[in-house]
């Protein structure tokens, strides 16, 4: 028998004796299980979308009793383990993730999975309580508030200059993002900073030569 024949017979045998006990495998998933459904619970408090995607959420806690599950498999044998990597490669997720956040429970989740799988259920929890009090701290922190968007239609273009006055005795700060001008009347869009939102677009509103305004919010990035 030659030497290469020895190494992969006792290579192989090595990773496959890898005995994995009933109570190990239910310990793990228990935990998996339960912190996951903390991950399930955090995402809906936190979550601030209009929309809120239960679907995406239960995926979450899906995904780390699976991954868990995965990992599981792959110590208990070598071959499995290379099956899968053979698997997973093939695997194409073409759902976009639009806000960052699901992409940090994601993330999350599938750690959880990874982590309870390798038997490490102390890492998991303390990683758990430390990723939730991040997000906490971090959500909480004072930060400029995001500006609004003011809407105007003019009935006449030289109605701007009035319009520009009276905003600034509201707002501290104004950019013109668009003008649009037709048949002698003109749409503006201007970013303002204010705090008497419903005074100023009541003061907006009373002018001549304004036909109609709005205020709007925006999730967009606060500018410092």
Not at 5 to 10: I, L, Q, R
Not at 22 to 50: D, E, H, N, P, Q
Not at 83 to 94: T, Y
Request: aromatic share 8%; with cysteine.
């Amino acid at each position: 028998m030659k030497f290469q024949d020895v190494f992969k017979k006792s290579f192989l045998e090595g990773f496959s004796s890898m005995d994995i006990s009933a109570g190990r495998i239910m310990a793990a998933l228990v935990v998996t299980c339960i912190l996951a459904l903390y991950i399930f619970i955090i995402y809906r408090v936190m979550t601030r979308k209009s929309f809120y995607s239960k679907s995406f959420n239960v995926a979450l806690a899906a995904l780390s009793v699976i991954t868990a599950a995965i990992i599981l498999a792959m110590q208990s044998n070598l071959v499995i383990s290379l099956g899968m990597v053979g698997a997973l490669s093939i695997v194409r997720f073409r759902t976009a993730i639009k806000d960052p956040m699901d992409l940090v429970f994601l993330f999350w989740s599938i750690s959880i999975g990874i982590i309870c799988g390798a038997g490490l259920y102390e890492v998991a929890v303390l990683t758990s309580l430390v990723v939730t009090m991040l997000i906490l701290l971090l959500e909480n922190l004072p930060v400029s508030r995001a500006p609004m968007m003011l809407v105007v239609n003019l009935s006449q273009v030289d109605g701007e200059e009035e319009l520009m006055d009276l905003v600034r005795e509201y707002s501290r700060t104004l950019r013109v993002k668009s003008r649009n001008i037709s048949n002698g009347k003109m749409d503006l869009v201007m970013e303002v900073r204010v705090k008497k939102e419903a005074e100023l677009a009541k003061a907006v509103s009373e002018l001549a030569k304004v036909e109609a305004a709005a205020l709007l919010s925006h999730d967009g990035e606060v500018t410092f």
